[in-house]
Structure formats: C-alpha cells, structure tokens
C-alpha cells in the first residue's frame, strides 16, 4: 500500500500542476478503476476488500482532483462500491462530483445492431443504475459507459438515458478495439475502420441523443479527439 500512496500522490502532483498551469476548463479525474483485472467481472473481489481498497484510493486522490471517476465497471457491484468510497472521500474534501463509467458486453461476432446492453458482468443497464441508488442532489452527477465498443454503447445509452434522475448527466468514450475477448481478457488489435470522421459522427449521434460527457478510451487516438471536438 506504501508504494501505491507514493504512486498516486506523484501522478496527482503533476496533474495537479499541468491543469493549473493550462488554467481555467482543464479539470484533473482521479480515477477509481477495477482492483484486479479490467474486463474480468469474475475477477471482483468480496465487498470487504472493495470497500477498503476504494476507501484507500479515495481518500488518496481526493486532494488533486475535481471529480471522481469510478471507470471500467464490469458489475453493478464494483460500480456502487467505487462509487460509495468516492461519495465519502467527497464530502469529506471540497465535495468533488462522482462520475461511474461501466464497460459493456460485446455484440457477437457479426451482431450488428444486436449489441446487449449488459455489463461485462451480464447484469442489465437497469441493475446497475439501482445498486447506485442515487439520492437528488447526491454526489453522483454523471453516469458514462467507457472502453467498449461503439456498438455496446450505442445500443445502451438511450436506456441509461431514461433510467437516471433529472439532473445526472450522461455520456461515453468508447475504445478502439475490435474485440476484448482474447485470452485471459487483454485487449486485440485496433479496430481500423474506426477513423478519427467515424468515431466523430458516433460522438455526434451520442450528442443528439442527450449526452453531454464525450471522450475516447484505450485505442482511441488524440487524431479521434481532435475531429470530435471540430463537430
């Protein structure tokens, strides 16, 4: 644990710094991501080492950023936990917004429009907003989806969309993989039909559809970011 505290506070200073430095808009996350292994569901430990840990790592960035990101989810479980230690270590430090991010289950091979709009876990979009049980006004002010495929994403945000309460925002950045589901979880090669114009009109289509918190994960390139923004 020492030496992930001296990791964690290293890479919040210089965060810290460049965003200070670059002024006003630019706003540090300080992430709160699977324990184990991203993408492994059945790799999510008991409740007592997810409140622990998640108190530990919370408490540790708290003094660096301006929001909490709970990302890479694969269960409804590890989201609520991620999202309870960040809601503490927020009212206990100048009460940061908590954003939760969960990675979606892939369409089948040559599914098409046929995406689940599951978790990794298999649990439905619905599960996982409940197990937040989100208050009005609560900490909570963003629920994404992230690293999964623009497909998952585009088949699961409309019913995100409807299930949060007024107020709490919705949004995603997607990855760039053709696939997660080569051996023991890791990612595959690039998905290279994905060019920065596509992934820009798939951000656009998210917009039109009420989201508000757009980005790119693993294997989306600043190229991506760039023709995004110039929508």
């Not at 409140?51 to 989201?79: G, H, N, Q, W």
């Not at 088949?155 to 925002?169: C, I, K, N, T």
């Not at 190229?223 to 923004?229: F, V």
Request: hydrophobic share 45%; with cysteine.
């Amino acid at each position: 644990h020492k030496r992930v505290l001296e990791h964690i506070r290293a890479a919040g200073e210089h965060a810290r710094a460049a965003a200070d430095e670059h002024g006003q808009g630019v706003l540090v996350a300080g992430c709160l991501p699977p324990l184990n292994a991203s993408y492994r569901a059945d790799l999510v430990g008991p409740d007592e080492e997810l409140d622990r840990e998640y108190a530990l790592i919370a408490k540790a960035v708290a003094p660096y950023c301006d929001v909490f990101l709970c990302e890479t989810m694969a269960s409804a479980r590890e989201a609520a936990a991620a999202a309870k230690a960040a809601s503490a270590a927020s009212a206990a430090t100048n009460g940061q917004p908590v954003w939760v991010s969960w990675a979606l289950e892939e369409p089948a091979a040559g599914g098409g429009q046929d995406a689940p709009s599951t978790l990794l876990s298999g649990e439905t979009v619905e599960q996982a907003v409940a197990a937040l049980d989100m208050k009005p006004g609560g900490p909570i002010e963003a629920c994404l989806f992230n690293c999964s495929l623009p497909a998952s994403i585009s088949a699961a945000l409309p019913r995100l969309r409807r299930l949060l309460p007024e107020g709490v925002a919705t949004g995603a950045y997607a990855n760039g993989f053709i696939t997660v589901r080569s051996p023991g979880g890791g990612s595959s090669e690039y998905n290279k039909d994905l060019t920065p114009d596509a992934y820009a009109e798939l951000c656009a289509e998210w917009a039109r559809g009420g989201a508000s918190v757009l980005g790119g994960c693993c294997g989306v390139f600043p190229e991506h970011i760039d023709a995004m923004a110039k929508l």
